[in-house]
């Protein structure tokens, strides 16, 4: 079946480090990819996607690129805040109800 | 427009009690979720409505858990009779489409049973 494969946490940075939580996938066909946040004491909220292959998302200066031919989909950020501690999880769907969530990520940013 | 309302934030309860939690999906979407999130299982989908309809639920763990969608505008879900390893944040979840993938989630309902 479909799965999410994500680095393990935590992750610890200095402010304005370069950042890349690791995500890999299993599935068969096309589905979208997700990065969603969880900051603390909140719900999951999308940080972004990609719906086909070669796509790239961004937000909030995250980025992350749909690579088919190594079934990744690597978060990255050049200079990380301390306002980017949160828990990050990668996530997939083929269109339908259910989405596979990975374990997710926690990052903690140092000032 | 306000996003996905749940209540209550926080609820402490003891073993055997009742828990209901309550859900007030985003106007307009006609898709809602509710998960469940431990350290130990992560993210579990519990069931999921289509139009106020429950189209799975086959993720909820047993019959002491039962939900409802009695309108557009709010789902529950009860615990009766709750356990300590009910304690977990719940999620409610809602959607306007299932191809964009963007699942809108409240700030979750954390509940411990003693």
């Known amino acids: 079946g479909d799965s999410v494969t994500q680095m393990e946490g935590p992750v610890t940075l200095s402010e304005e480090a370069f950042l890349t939580i690791n995500c890999t996938y299993t599935a068969t066909g096309y589905p979208s990819l997700f990065w969603y946040v969880q900051y603390p004491g909140e719900g999951l909220q999308l940080l972004l996607k990609a719906t086909k292959a070669d796509d790239k998302g961004s937000n909030k200066g995250f980025e992350a690129t749909y690579r088919k031919e190594t079934t990744s989909f690597h978060l990255e950020k050049g200079s990380v805040q301390v306002s980017d501690s949160a828990v990050y999880f990668c996530a997939l769907s083929r269109g339908t109800y259910k989405y596979i969530f990975g374990t997710g990520t926690r990052l903690k940013v140092l000032a | 427009d306000a996003g996905v309302i749940q209540s209550p934030r926080h609820e402490v309860t003891e073993m055997g009690q009742e828990v209901t939690l309550r859900c007030k999906p985003i106007s307009g979407h006609d898709y809602l979720f509710w998960y469940r999130q431990t350290m130990m299982r992560g993210l579990e989908l519990l069931i999921y409505?289509?139009?106020?309809?429950?189209?799975?639920d086959s993720g909820m763990p047993e019959d002491r858990f039962s939900a409802k969608m009695p309108n557009a505008s709010f789902s529950t879900l009860k615990i009766q009779p709750s356990e300590p390893r009910d304690s977990a944040v719940y999620f409610c979840?809602?959607?306007?489409?299932?191809?964009?993938?963007?699942?809108?989630f409240g700030e979750g309902s954390r509940l411990t049973v003693l």
């Open positions: 409505f289509n139009n106020n309809v429950p189209i799975d």
């Open positions: 979840a809602s959607s306007f489409r299932l191809d964009t993938g963007e699942l809108f």
